[in-house]
């Protein structure tokens, strides 16, 4: 912004807050780059934070949330490079030890201080829709095309800015979880690209054209165009536009159907034994007073262990979940957070994870809005799907205490 725009000084605080949190981040990220480098482990950072640190100009300019990299797709290579993050004070939530569970995703990765979480992909696109041979193709012609740079004397790889514009940004958001719908960022991302590398439009057509992608790249452009000043993000109008393209170049969703006949038979035995903890939750909001007496009372004496495996744990924390949305089906996310947590807390002690209760609160304008939610012995746990809750509320008291564990 210019130095005169009266909306400086009132968005100066935040713009100084994201630039420290993105300096916190990056210290993390270069020093775990750095350890892997050492062992001949390569890694390509994509998305949000590598458009930040190495794209725009500013540090924390372009928020992110979670820090994406891509490693090669072997177990071997995973292994190991999880290992070197474990080896330096990195946790691990236990996806990295299930290839059969692998998405694009095959690891989870928590920085010592929790302040970062880092997805290690093996495809970019997802597979999901584009299917694997296809996925696992167009990755290697990333690794194929991707250029070292030097990262304040540190050489890295990174992607070519053709591919960053059309596999990350366009592709990532249509053929990715994101379909149908776009972000705000994608506009600013796009045009940060194309003045920095100098990316012509019918540059990016033809490399979209030669990954099979013609038609999405055409429907991504209708929809997000900086060089017209075209940016559409209700998803009335994006969604069925970008799923045509996507579908003209042969990439459609699985059928709902299957997989949701699928997901049923998988959480069925987690949804029997989970109605008796929903049912203790319920009671005990009922009851009331203070929630550290009942957290106790589910809390085991005994040892816990932490060899719930992911499959395990998403069971557990999914069928809390449903049950929770379909006793309480009036009620908003804000309504049922406490019986959801209390009921996923409860499920997850009972089997022997070492869960953690969390009660937080925050002012929404002249309101206070408070909020319980359930993490693992390390932060956020990736199944229960809000891992930004502690940058949201502020934290009124956990069961048990960090000590206490």
């Known amino acids: 912004?210019?130095?005169?725009?009266?909306?400086?000084?009132?968005?100066?605080?935040?713009?100084?807050?994201?630039?420290?949190?993105?300096?916190?981040?990056?210290?993390?990220?270069?020093?775990?780059?750095?350890?892997?480098?050492?062992?001949?482990?390569?890694?390509?950072?994509?998305?949000?934070?590598?458009?930040?640190?190495?794209?725009?100009?500013?540090?924390?300019?372009?928020?992110?949330?979670?820090?994406?990299?891509?490693?090669?797709?072997?177990?071997a290579t995973v292994t190991r490079a999880v290992q070197v993050a474990l080896a330096h004070g990195w946790h691990s939530d236990g996806l990295h030890a299930w290839p059969r569970l692998w998405t694009h995703e095959t690891a989870h990765l928590y920085s010592p201080d929790g302040q970062v979480r880092l997805d290690v992909h093996r495809f970019l696109p997802s597979h999901q829709a584009a299917g694997t041979?296809?996925?696992?193709?167009?990755?290697?012609?990333?690794?194929?095309?991707?250029?070292?740079?030097?990262?304040?004397?540190?050489?890295?790889?990174?992607?070519?800015?053709?591919?960053?514009?059309?596999?990350?940004?366009?592709?990532?958001?249509?053929?990715?979880?994101?379909?149908?719908?776009?972000?705000?960022?994608?506009?600013?991302?796009l045009e940060v690209l194309q003045r920095r590398h100098a990316l012509r439009e019918d540059e990016l057509r033809a490399h979209a054209a030669r990954l099979g992608a013609r038609h999405t790249w055409a429907a991504f452009q209708a929809l997000c165009n900086p060089a017209r000043a075209q940016l559409e993000l209700r998803p009335g109008h994006t969604r069925a536009r970008l799923l045509a393209g996507a579908a003209r170049d042969g990439v459609r969703p699985p059928p709902a159907l299957g997989g949701r006949v699928q997901r049923?038979?998988?959480?069925?035995?987690?949804?029997?034994?989970?109605?008796?903890?929903?049912?203790?939750?319920?009671?005990?909001?009922?009851?009331?007073?203070?929630?550290?007496?009942?957290?106790?009372?589910?809390?085991?004496?005994?040892?816990?262990?932490?060899?719930?495996?992911?499959?395990?744990?998403?069971?557990?924390?999914?069928a809390a979940r449903l049950w929770s949305r379909w006793l309480h089906p009036r009620q908003k996310r804000e309504g049922v957070c406490v019986p959801r947590a209390y009921a996923t807390y409860r499920a997850l002690r009972r089997a022997g994870y070492p869960a953690v209760f969390v009660s937080g609160v925050a002012r929404r304008g002249a309101q206070l809005s408070s909020h319980a939610w359930v993490e693992g012995p390390r932060g956020p746990l990736e199944e229960y799907g809000e891992p930004f809750n502690r940058q949201h509320f502020r934290v009124l008291f956990q069961v048990p205490e960090s000590n206490e564990r």
């Open 264 to 318: 049923a038979l998988t959480l069925a035995p987690f949804l029997a034994s989970g109605l008796g903890d929903m049912l203790g939750a319920m009671w005990a909001v009922r009851q009331g007073g203070d929630p550290r007496t009942h957290l106790r009372a589910w809390t085991p004496p005994t040892p816990v262990h932490t060899g719930l495996n992911v499959a395990r744990r998403d069971g557990v924390v999914s």
């Open 133 to 189: 041979a296809r996925s696992a193709a167009i990755t290697r012609g990333l690794w194929q095309r991707a250029r070292v740079v030097d990262w304040a004397g540190q050489p890295t790889l990174r992607l070519h800015p053709l591919d960053e514009a059309v596999v990350a940004l366009a592709l990532g958001r249509c053929w990715g979880g994101d379909r149908g719908g776009l972000k705000a960022a994608d506009y600013l991302d």
């Open 1 to 75: 912004m210019p130095h005169d725009h009266p909306w400086r000084a009132p968005l100066r605080p935040d713009a100084l807050a994201l630039a420290a949190r993105h300096t916190v981040i990056r210290t993390w990220v270069r020093e775990l780059h750095r350890h892997w480098a050492a062992v001949g482990i390569p890694a390509l950072l994509v998305k949000g934070f590598a458009l930040a640190e190495f794209e725009y100009p500013v540090p924390g300019a372009r928020f992110y949330g979670d820090v994406d990299v891509l490693l090669p797709p072997n177990e």
